[in-house]
């Protein structure tokens, strides 16, 4: 069974720019949620998406967003890009609501110059 | 606030020995704590996880010790070897929230001589 795919693995936008990342769950898996992980905060909880709603969202601004689809891959989207935003971002999935185990693609290597 | 503390921030372990990684929370509506591995240019493997009815879970290798009175949960990872050089994550958390929503600990880097 393949795993969480991410897409694309690597990126470089410049300060002001948007960014959209894409993740695949594992086929059958209905809940996604992503991470940004950071040499100096760690790894953050983003958000959450469940059956395309929006289920829990982490302390980030509103430059964050996301969505699902009906097939249950999801995006996360970032906006009006800044330097603080070069991070590895993180997707994870899970197979149920009631299932707590979550398994991680590679993620996406974002860079803002 | 972080709600999850980890330590050591890294450790050095002689191959055959054993790593010990501790971690403690405060959040008591937290009901499920897996530890992650991650090596580098990859994301987060799951590797063992437990729940607070019982106090120890062991799979392989590699051990984790529950202590709920006391918040705290550790894992053990034994005869080490150099593969298991990586980043560990403890994390931890609840139903009452999502399970979708991890709060990760620091994380904390081992590294395992020959």
């Not at chain 1, 302390?59 to 070069?86: A, K, Y």
């Not at chain 1, 997707?91 to 398994?103: G, H, I, L, P």
């Not at chain 2, 009815?53 to 984790?64: A, P």
């Not at chain 2, 009452?96 to 990760?104: M, R």
Request: proline share 5%; charged share 15%.
């Amino acid at each position: 069974k393949a795993g969480v795919t991410q897409t694309p693995r690597y990126l470089i936008k410049t300060r002001g720019q948007q960014v959209t990342l894409s993740c695949s769950p594992i086929s059958g898996h209905r809940s996604v949620s992503w991470y940004q992980q950071t040499p100096g905060q760690g790894l953050q909880f983003l958000f959450e998406y469940f059956s395309e709603t929006q289920r829990n969202k982490g302390n980030f601004p509103g430059r964050f967003s996301g969505r699902q689809f009906s097939n249950s891959r999801s995006e996360m989207n970032v906006s009006t890009l800044e330097l603080g935003d070069s991070a590895l971002y993180l997707c994870a999935s899970r197979k149920t609501e009631s299932y707590n185990e979550q398994f991680f693609g590679p993620g996406t290597r974002l860079t803002v110059l | 606030q972080q709600q999850v503390k980890q330590s050591p921030q890294s450790l050095i372990v002689q191959k055959g020995g054993i790593s010990i990684i501790n971690c403690a929370y405060e959040n008591t509506a937290f009901d499920y704590f897996p530890w992650y591995q991650q090596f580098p240019g990859k994301g987060p493997a799951l590797l063992i996880a437990i729940r607070p009815d019982v106090s120890e879970k062991k799979e392989g290798r590699f051990t984790i010790s529950f202590n709920k009175s006391a918040k705290q949960f550790s894992l053990h990872i034994m005869d080490s070897q150099p593969g298991d050089s990586a980043t560990y994550f403890c994390a931890a958390t609840g139903a009452t929230d999502s399970w979708g929503k991890l709060q990760f600990g620091a994380g904390t880097q081992v590294v395992v001589t020959p």
